[in-house]
Structures are given as C-alpha cells and as structure tokens.
C-alpha cells in the first residue's frame, strides 16, 4: 500500500513551513496568492488527500530571527536576548529559528534564506540593522518588528529599552557623588541605543547646568559596529558614562594601565549589567536591561500580528534599574 503524502511531504517539496502548507490548503490568509497555487499544484502532483482525522493541524506560527553578525559574534547580551526570545515562543505555540547576517549581505539588501525559502511566517529584526535592508524584508509582506532599537523614518512595531533613561539615571548618580566633569564613550552615530545613552546623559548634565565637553565624548566602534581601540584625552574628565559593560571594561583596564585608579582619579559605568560587570575590576556600576520583559513584549506583538489583531504601530520602551557597584563609590 503506498504511503499517504503528509502535508509535511508537500512542505519539504517546496521548502516551506508545515504552517504555510497548512494555509495554503485550507485558503486562509498568511500566504500569497502565488505560493497558494504552488502549494495546491504540488499536492495534486503528490496525490495529497485531506485527511478525515478530526484532529486539529496544528496551527502554531514560525518566526524569523534576523541579526547582524557583529550584534551576535560573542555578545552575552544578545545571545541571552535570543533565548529568551525562544522560550517565549515556545509558550505561544511559536517556533523561532535565527538567521545571522553577514554585514555584506546586509549592505547589499540580499534577502535572508527564511525568506526567500518562505519558511517563516513573521520577522523579528534584532539588534541594528540597516534601514534600506529591513525595507528590502518588508517587501515580501511579511510582518515585522524591531527589536532594541529603532528607525525614525520607518514606523513598524518597536520594543526596545529606555535607554534615554538608563543614560539619564547613571550620569545623575556620578553628579549626585559629586562629579561635574563626565564623558561619554561610544560611538554615537551607530545605534540608536548608543545615541539614546548619550542623549540621556546630556539631559542629566544640562539639568545640572553644565554643558556636555565634546572632547570627553569618545568613539568605541567602527562603521562596521566593531569595537575599537580607545583613544583617551589628555585632559581626562572625573567620570565616563560608556554604552555598554564590555566597553567599559576596556576603558578600565586602560586606565588602570596608564596609572590611574577606578573609582578615585576616574570613576566609570557600564551598561547592561552583563557579564563584563563583575568581570571588571572594580565591579561596574551599570544599567539592568529588562531582558526578559523585551522578549515577552516582541512575541506577544508578533503573535497579533501574525493574528491579525494589531492595527497601528506598536512601540514599547521597557525601563531598567541602575545596580551600584565599586566602580563609581570610592572607598571612606
């Protein structure tokens, strides 16, 4: 007796999700009028039969995860962000896969293979990516969000951090020890988050009444997002806020390096509070990342709009908390 052809069959021949078949099949939305014909063309050409078994398909949803290399080439944060990522789909009745993107497929808009391959039924773009790639992705009509960060000329659902305040919170602590003289490391045309820190930073010292001194504001990556060697000023500032715990775990050892020490002739924050945190000698003051709640907020608003239950752009900024640690708090 031949073998009946599973809907599982006819997905492998095309290369496609069980879910997209499953759509494909039973006319509902969530595929294209083009790929509905394939589907329905090869399964007549496999001799597919509906089955009469009662029970449900199983109607869960597959979800692209597309992030740059740089953003996920030993990067505790968003390797930590992408497994959160994962238990929250794996609560939605959802499955994740991840494609990482090399910086030269990003620049050349070349469209990711879950794409192209129709094996996702939704995308989360995670970490930043170029504007004109994500563009090239919305064209597939596929849905869509952002996650930590954002693109001001594209409105898209959004969940990142507010960072605006994690800079804010940590400068005011260095002013609220006394430090009026403070800096910034990193590199603010890069990301959003990056220039988000640094606005917050500004707020907090402009409140004060002191102008931020661009020649205390440092670059600690390249245009290709990758972390570079930092150049100190002659004149060094009391205090630097940097982007985030592994940079200032750098400018640490630097200064340490030149003779000067954490926190008594320079104190220094981190941000994120990862591993580089404790790692650093001192411990770093830092910012905590809602991780978690970033991850909980994506799928949740990718499951709506997978459902079609969300209209307008969503755009959710979760807070964090400052951890203080020995890298600000001089000893007596």
């Excluded at 794996?90 to 990482?100: D, F, G, L, R, S």
């Excluded at 849905?143 to 305040?165: G, Q, T």
């Excluded at 009444?209 to 009391?238: F, K």
């Excluded at 709506?304 to 400052?322: C, E, F, H, Y």
């Amino acid at each position: 007796m031949a073998k009946a052809v599973r809907m599982a069959d006819i997905a492998e021949k095309l290369g496609i999700s069980v879910v997209s078949v499953s759509k494909g099949l039973t006319g509902k939305d969530g595929v294209s009028e083009e790929l509905r014909a394939r589907i329905q063309k090869t399964a007549e050409e496999l001799g597919y039969r509906e089955s009469r078994n009662t029970n449900p398909v199983w109607e869960g949803e597959n979800v692209g995860i597309l992030v740059p290399d740089r953003f996920f080439n030993e990067n505790a944060f968003y390797y930590t962000l992408y497994r959160n990522l994962l238990e929250q789909c794996q609560k939605k009745n959802m499955t994740a896969m991840v494609e990482i993107i090399p910086k030269e497929a990003e620049r050349a808009c070349e469209m990711p293979s879950l794409v192209q391959s129709h094996k996702v039924d939704g995308v989360i773009f995670m970490g930043e990516v170029e504007l004109s790639y994500i563009r090239a992705v919305a064209e597939s009509g596929l849905p869509f969000l952002l996650l930590d960060f954002y693109k001001d000329d594209l409105e898209c659902d959004s969940i990142r951090s507010d960072n605006v305040h994690g800079g804010y919170v940590l400068t005011r602590h260095l002013l609220e020890t006394g430090r009026k003289n403070i800096g910034f490391v990193g590199s603010i045309l890069e990301t959003s988050s990056i220039m988000d820190r640094y606005l917050g930073c500004c707020k907090a010292l402009l409140e004060a009444g002191i102008e931020p001194n661009q020649a205390w504001r440092l670059e600690d990556r390249d245009r290709d997002g990758v972390l570079v060697p930092l150049q100190l000023p002659e004149d060094l500032p009391e205090a630097f806020v940097c982007s985030c715990d592994e940079v200032a775990f750098r400018l640490v050892e630097l200064l340490k390096a030149g003779g000067k020490r954490v926190p008594e002739d320079v104190a220094v924050t981190g941000y994120d509070d990862f591993r580089f945190a404790t790692m650093t000698t001192p411990n770093l003051t830092s910012y905590t990342t809602n991780v978690k709640g970033l991850a909980e907020a994506a799928v949740t608003i990718m499951k709506r709009r997978l459902q079609k239950k969300t209209v307008d752009a969503s755009v959710r900024i979760l807070p964090g908390s400052m951890v203080i640690r020995a890298s600000t708090q001089a000893e007596g």
